[in-house]
């Protein structure tokens, strides 16, 4: 039957208001997007200040290893964790067992790597190489695989509890302020801490930073606690498949001419309530995940055929739009046949660049304010951490995440690779500025320190958003896509590190300071390169497109830069 047909029906019938997308309550609906509150603490602790620790303030030789094992774990159980949870099945559901077992790895591996020093002291086995060895690989290999663990079935649980759209959006939207909530307590923890450190009836620079990771896992215990009891996921998973079900007959219904009044209001009766389990024909999680989008609403309120995306048997018969239009994921069908698309590895790199410029950054600037602007005694006899060391990174955090939420704005005005590019020249120009500061003009660093975190915010979100327009991210295929280059930023990041931290490196002023601003800035330009010489397809861009492109900015940085 024609689509002019079916579009005569009155939409006005079919009011969004009208559905029960899920059965999610208040509590479930908060619980959720607190429920990645522990790995977000943890992670920003990781990657600012774990070097940092091990290698100045407890001065561990194989503090380079636990980053290199750390990050080599987490790109090996990512995937591994990712296919083992599609398959299981057990009576709490298919990721909730994955987010516990998380949890408790997390738990019982992120401590240890704080509390090293006194543990092993408490052995006996404090002077003991091999021992040492052993126990700053295993532990944040551990980590790390918790941390994966938690952050993919937490991550995966989305497209099981809702079907809508504008629902999907908030959880992650909220869930990303609680990410920007959680980077906030580390750091104001950490100023405090370092404030009581310096002083002269205070801690000392180790219980530090081993209160700091004891506050990060209370307050992520609460969280994760929270949400395991709250978040009911067969009963939800359920209700959403239901709810799904119900909307894909009366589209598909409607788009063949067979609504009418009487079928609406059956229809809406349905959906309302709790329908009874069906024998037959259920739709699995994962056949919701790819049959049912997260639902758009026009302005009328009203649902469209364009706002749910059937699987091939689901939408035999009906008129299907595609998204994201003029990406390659939509013409490649088959993994396989990345290995033959220049642009894959083009783009590979491209992510690759950004994320070791901001990761590699974000870790040598500690290093920097201790070693190059010495902002504590050099001559004091106790290792002291100064607290320019939570006080700048702060400064920066902020200025990204203000940036971020700007982007959409400067595409507008500018276009992505102008953007890029501004952003690529504000690295250069901030990066060069930190090869003249020292000791005596260190207070130059309040200055500079926010426009590093523009330049990490414009080119990593811009990054990101260009490799979704040119490849897509959508679709069995263009998972494939985000699992590789989350692999190869993991490896490559975990290497940087590993020889940026090796041996003595870190113990050399000039060493320190090259670094902090020679791979950052290398890796950034080098990026930015790629993007700006790429032979992308010039495709015209609609109205709905760009209405669209903060919301997919958030949702890509969400995933991949986690």
Same mark, same amino acid.
């Given at each position: 039957m024609e689509w002019n047909k079916a579009s005569q029906v009155n939409e006005k019938e079919i009011g969004y208001k009208k559905y029960k997308? =899920?059965?999610? !309550?208040?509590?479930? /609906?908060w619980a959720y997007c607190m429920g990645h509150m522990l790995n977000d603490l943890s992670a920003a602790c990781w990657f600012n200040y774990l070097l940092f620790y091990l290698k100045r303030i407890i001065q561990v030789d194989f503090g380079s290893y636990a980053m290199l094992s750390g990050q080599v774990a987490d790109a090996l159980a990512t995937p591994l964790v990712g296919y083992y949870s599609d398959r299981t099945k057990t009576s709490i559901g298919k990721r909730i067992p994955w987010y516990i077992g998380g949890y408790f790895v997390i738990i019982f591996s992120f401590l240890p790597v704080w509390n090293g020093n006194l543990i092993l002291d408490w052995m006996n086995v404090k002077d003991n190489t091999v021992v040492q060895a052993i126990y700053y690989t295993v532990f944040p290999a %551990?980590?790390?695989?918790?941390?994966?663990?938690?952050?993919?079935?937490?991550?995966?649980?989305?497209?099981?509890?809702? #079907?809508?759209?504008?629902?999907? *959006?908030?959880?992650?939207?909220?869930r990303n302020t609680f990410q920007f909530i959680a980077v906030l307590i580390v750091y104001v923890t950490a100023l405090i801490f370092f404030q009581l450190a310096n002083s002269t009836d205070g801690t000392d620079s180790a219980q530090a930073f081993q209160y700091l990771s004891l506050i990060c896992v209370t307050i992520g215990t609460a969280t994760s606690v929270y949400f395991i009891i709250q978040i009911n996921e067969p009963k939800?998973?359920?209700? #959403?498949?239901k709810y799904a079900r119900t909307l894909l007959r009366i589209l598909k219904d409607r788009q063949n001419g067979l609504s009418n009044p009487t079928k609406v209001a059956q229809d809406q009766k349905i959906a309302k309530n709790q329908v009874q389990d069906e024998q037959k024909n259920t739709l699995s999680s994962d056949d919701l995940q790819k049959s049912t989008s997260e639902s758009q609403i026009d302005g009328s309120g009203?649902?469209?055929?364009? =706002?749910?995306?059937?699987? =091939? *048997?689901?939408?035999? @018969?009906?008129?299907?739009?595609?998204?994201?239009?003029?990406?390659?994921?939509? *013409?490649?069908? =088959?993994w396989k046949e990345w290995f033959g698309q220049m642009a894959f590895y083009r783009f590979g790199m491209v992510y690759m660049f950004f994320r070791l410029y901001c990761n590699v950054s974000s870790t040598m600037i500690s290093f920097y304010i201790a070693s190059v602007l010495k902002f504590t005694d050099p001559d004091s006899e106790e290792v002291k951490v100064p607290i320019q060391v939570a006080l700048i990174p702060l400064s920066l955090y902020i200025m990204s995440v203000l940036t971020s939420a700007s982007l959409s704005k400067f595409y507008q005005v500018l276009g992505k690779k102008v953007t890029l590019t501004v952003g690529t020249i504000l690295c250069?120009?901030?990066?060069?500025?930190?090869?003249?500061?020292?000791?005596?003009?260190?207070?130059f660093m309040y200055a500079v320190s926010p426009f590093i975190g523009i330049a990490q915010a414009i080119t990593l979100n811009t990054g990101i958003t260009l490799i979704s327009d040119v490849i897509?991210?959508?679709?069995?295929? @263009?998972?494939?896509? /985000? @699992?590789?280059?989350?692999?190869? *930023?993991? %490896?490559s990041s975990g290497i940087a590190l590993f020889f940026c931290s090796y041996g003595s490196v870190l113990d050399d002023e000039n060493l320190v300071r090259w670094l902090t601003v020679l791979v950052p800035s290398i890796? #950034? /330009?080098?990026? #930015?390169?790629?993007?700006?010489?790429?032979? !992308?397809?010039?495709?015209?861009e609609n109205v709905e497109t760009q209405k669209n492109d903060e919301r997919r900015t958030k949702s890509l940085v969400d995933e991949l830069a986690t």
């Open positions: 997308f =899920d059965s999610l !309550t208040t509590s479930q /609906f %551990i980590f790390n695989f918790g941390w994966a663990s938690l952050q993919i079935s937490h991550m995966s649980l989305v497209p099981s509890l809702t #079907c809508s759209r504008s629902r999907r *959006d908030k959880l992650n939207s909220i939800l998973t359920s209700d #959403c498949t009203n649902v469209k055929l364009t =706002d749910v995306e059937f699987t =091939d *048997d689901e939408g035999e @018969g009906l008129h299907k739009q595609k998204a994201n239009r003029g990406s390659m994921s939509e *013409d490649v069908h =088959d250069l120009l901030s990066s060069s500025i930190l090869i003249f500061l020292n000791e005596k003009n260190s207070y897509g991210l959508k679709g069995s295929s @263009g998972a494939f896509v /985000f @699992g590789a280059y989350s692999f190869l *930023d993991k %490896i890796s #950034c /330009f080098a990026g #930015c390169l790629l993007v700006v010489t790429a032979p !992308t397809k010039k495709s015209e």
